[in-house]
């Protein structure tokens, strides 16, 4: 392509070296070549265009077909300048949440990596929980292995953010011990915003439905878990009494028609 329409094309250069290339070529140019040259030019800012929204590039996370507008980012730090967010928390009975489809296990977290989810432009601000199993309560896990949870909020560090309803999730730190309560994500669990769609089983196989009803941590302070969500057991103290409440209220829950 010539000097003078690469310069066109972008745009980005003084005017007297673009008047000094046109008259350095004076011959007349056949049409046919002018056509071509004008479609390359269309395709180089077309491409330009394109290239704007990937100069952060493609993302950390390898995200398949049902991801679409989306990208995610492993974050070293947070945004500064506090980022919030609200959602409706639906009342439930401590019945209603062990018959939610969730597998339930003891463990330690063992890293917490905080992600920016690009959708289109519009940013989410998220992490990942990685916990070892080291007993299991229900569902189709294995002492030993490591499950990944994503949570509605970053988590550790000089967090300058506050996204609502999740008290006990941004409480949690690595070597924590708790009991785990999230639930699987499968083909058809997505988040959708600003014309962007992720598949959550892209970045994690599970999930909290909530921050502050599916966790029971053992911290240095004692026992903490949202006592207001689970009606049952307001004086229990540590995750024996937690173990001793789930395995009754998983056999109630299995008797109910």
């Excluded at 030019?41 to 952060?56: D, E, I, T």
């Excluded at 690009?118 to 292995?145: A, C, H, P």
């Excluded at 490591?146 to 409480?171: K, Y």
């Amino acid at each position: 392509m010539k000097t003078d329409l690469l310069v066109d094309a972008i745009g980005d250069a003084r005017e007297e070296y673009v008047l000094d290339a046109g008259t350095t070529h004076p011959k007349k140019k056949p049409a046919w070549l002018k056509l071509t040259a004008a479609a390359a030019c269309l395709a180089l800012l077309a491409g330009a265009v394109s290239l704007s929204g990937l100069l952060r590039g493609p993302g950390d996370y390898m995200l398949s077909e049902r991801s679409e507008n989306v990208r995610v980012y492993r974050l070293k730090d947070l945004p500064k300048g506090g980022v919030s967010a609200s959602y409706n928390l639906m009342k439930l009975t401590d019945e209603d949440i062990f018959s939610s489809d969730t597998v339930i296990f003891r463990g330690t977290v063992t890293d917490i990596e905080n992600i920016e989810v690009d959708m289109n432009g519009e940013s989410f601000y998220w992490s990942i929980v990685s916990v070892e199993v080291s007993k299991v309560l229900r569902g189709g896990l294995t002492v030993g292995q490591t499950v990944r949870i994503r949570a509605d909020t970053p988590i550790g560090g000089d967090v300058d953010m506050w996204v609502e309803d999740n008290g006990i999730v941004s409480m949690l730190r690595v070597g924590m011990e708790g009991i785990f309560m999230p639930a699987p994500y499968d083909a058809d669990s997505l988040f959708g915003a600003n014309g962007a769609w992720l598949c959550l089983g892209d970045i994690a196989p599970y999930g909290f439905r909530d921050g502050v009803r599916w966790v029971f941590l053992r911290t240095e302070t004692g026992l903490v878990f949202e006592r207001d969500a689970t009606y049952s057991i307001p004086g229990a103290h540590t995750l024996e009494d937690i173990e001793t409440y789930i395995r009754a209220m998983l056999e109630k829950t299995a008797t109910r028609p």
